[in-house]
């Protein structure tokens, strides 16, 4: 894709977005195609890249090249068993920086795709043109609307292997968009396109006349995503679980290190520790030196106005910090072979706690070929169940929020440290 700017391009480059999305799809669907079109349309492959996959197409005796290659290397080093359970793949205009986390296909591995959606603003689900919407599509996204992605889009692959049929596409279409709107995500863009041919997926297709939306590149350049903890109902104020208490040179410095999960901080704000205690933020310190303000995802140390009794696994929050609880329910995704049964006993891992908590009892587990719900006596892998959990000791726990910022955590088996599971907190003191 030519762009052309009379802005300096280091201008262009302080005022350029980055965007986290993430593709998924069933096998065969044509996602290696799909991100290798991408990755080549915008120019981002070097030129001795493509010419080895024009070449090794050529000798398979291929009309096109194949742009699958671009990414079969790590799909091959999955196939032998090497742990690269997502793989991330970065690409740029001159709107926005992308970062892509291309996850497996398979059934079994819905596991990574939780991993690859849990860190993204925009999901991309490929569909075969000629299968139309499957149990996979439905499953990925039904995870999509479990994390609190607000943007879907529906990429109908292999468009041209039915003749670009704008009737198939409309079936497809108005049966995706129903679905995805009965899981309450309102912003679906869906778009005919050939990865193998690039109908519409960097540049406008003359081949489908009878649409006139965006292309998938247009589409992730133009929609407006950043706006998670700010004007939501589920909006969280500031949030930073202390990692690791500080000491330097003598009893003058104690500094509290840890990364901004939500909101933001600036000198001078008072904040609120638990058990009815509070303080002010004399100082935001950097590994780039001293802030006046810092927000979501920066980690920093903050200094404050009064000593107070803070460790490791100690929330510092926003006047808005969340009450203690001791049982909480969630929705979870089996991360594990090995089962988990209702009355076990298991630890949490819940930002930078780490505490004893039991499964009180599975309440549903998701049908996701019917979308419904049914009664269960364990979660198995790749399971996504709703379930009651009670903690040791009180913690203040926040409902989950976009991209795993708060409300997340991790279930693991106490006696080998195994994860069992990933969960987002659903309701707080359930009856």
């Known amino acids: 894709m030519t762009v052309t700017s009379t802005e300096p391009s280091s201008e262009i480059l302080q005022q350029r977005q ?10 065969d669907d044509g996602k290696s195609t799909f991100v290798g079109r991408l990755l080549h349309d915008t120019k981002s492959i070097l030129a001795d890249q493509l010419s080895a996959v024009e070449r090794t197409s050529r000798e398979r005796g291929l009309e096109h090249p194949d742009l699958s290659l671009l990414v079969d290397g790590l799909r091959a080093e999955r196939e032998q068993g090497i742990t690269i359970d997502v793989a991330y793949r970065y690409f740029s205009t001159a709107r926005r920086t992308f970062i892509l986390a291309d996850t497996p296909g398979h059934v079994q591995y819905t596991r990574n795709t939780v991993t690859g959606v849990s860190t993204s603003e925009v999901v991309v689900l490929l569909s075969d043109a000629r299968h139309g919407i499957v149990s996979q599509t439905k499953r990925h996204l039904a995870v999509a609307a479990l994390l609190g992605i607000k943007h879907v889009v529906l990429a109908v692959n292999k468009i041209d292997l039915v003749d670009y049929s704008a009737s198939i596409f409309e079936t497809i279409r108005d049966e995706f968009v129903e679905l995805a709107r009965s899981k309450g995500i309102t912003d679906v863009q869906v778009i005919p ?3 193998l041919l690039g109908d519409n997926v960097v540049n406008p297709s003359e081949h489908t006349p009878w649409y006139d939306g965006p292309t ?4 992730l350049e133009e929609v407006e995503v950043h706006t998670q903890n700010t004007n939501s109902e589920n909006s969280t104020g500031f949030r930073f679980p202390i990692q690791y208490v500080i000491r330097e040179g003598s009893q003058d410095y104690r500094g509290y290190a840890g990364r901004i999960t939500s909101g933001e901080i600036a000198v001078g704000d008072s904040v609120d520790l638990g058990q009815e205690r ?11 030196g001293a802030l006046n303000i810092a927000g979501v995802d920066e980690s920093v140390v903050l200094r404050l106005s009064a000593e107070n009794d803070l460790a490791r696994g100690d929330l510092i929050a926003a006047s808005d910090r969340p009450e203690d ?23 949490i891992r819940y930002g930078t706690s780490l505490l004893q908590a039991r499964l009180v009892g599975i309440t549903s587990v998701l049908d996701i070929d019917t979308s419904t719900e049914h009664e269960a006596q364990t979660v198995e892998l790749n399971d ?12 203040p726990i926040d409902l989950y929020n976009a991209q795993g910022r708060v409300g997340s955590f991790l279930l693991i088996d106490p006696s080998d440290g195994n994860t069992l599971a990933a969960g987002m907190v ?5 009856s």
């Open 18 to 27: 980055t965007l986290h999305l993430c593709t998924a799809g069933s096998v």
């Open 193 to 195: 396109i050939s990865a």
């Open 216 to 219: 998938v590149l247009g589409y």
């Open 278 to 288: 509070s303080a002010t933020v004399t100082h935001i310190d950097s590994s780039d």
């Open 325 to 347: 609880t001791t049982i909480f329910e969630a929705t979870i995704v089996g991360l594990s072979e090995q089962s988990l049964r209702a009355k076990s006993k298991l630890k």
């Open 384 to 395: 996504i169940a709703t379930v009651k959990i009670q903690l040791a000791q009180p913690l």
């Open 426 to 430: 659903s309701d707080l003191n359930p």
